[in-house]
Nanobody, 121 residues
């Protein structure tokens, strides 16, 4: 099993920035990608961004040019830098990890508990 612990959520005004972190522990040798998904009230969980341990990243169109995903393989940690936040970015953000065979594949073998991001207008 892989355990994921997220941090960094909170309340921010529109146009502001937040940085999320997610540290993986346990059987980390079994994963080769990590990422972030989000779920707003009444909506399905959706992709935000994923990144492989080789450095290939995949973003949702709605966050391209505003969010940046990065990783520190030595620390088994993934980060999500969120800039120019909008009220529609408000959601619970979930860290995910898994084993993928393609850089655009869904990363969904393991999930964190989620962290709330609220953007006020």
């Amino acid at each position: 099993q892989v355990q994921l612990v997220e941090s960094g959520g909170g309340l921010v005004q529109a146009g502001g920035s937040l940085r999320l972190s997610c540290a993986a522990s346990g059987r980390v040798f079994s994963i080769n990608a990590m990422g972030w998904y989000r779920q707003a009230p009444g909506k399905q969980r959706e992709l935000v961004a994923t990144i492989t341990y080789g450095g290939s990243s995949n973003y949702a169109d709605s966050v391209k040019d505003r969010f940046t995903i990065s990783r520190d393989n030595a620390k088994n940690t993934v980060y999500l830098q969120m800039n120019s936040l909008k009220p529609e970015d408000t959601a619970v953000y979930y860290c995910a990890a898994g084993q993928v065979t393609h850089w655009r594949a869904a990363v969904n073998d393991y999930w964190g508990q989620g962290t709330q991001v609220t953007v006020s207008s």
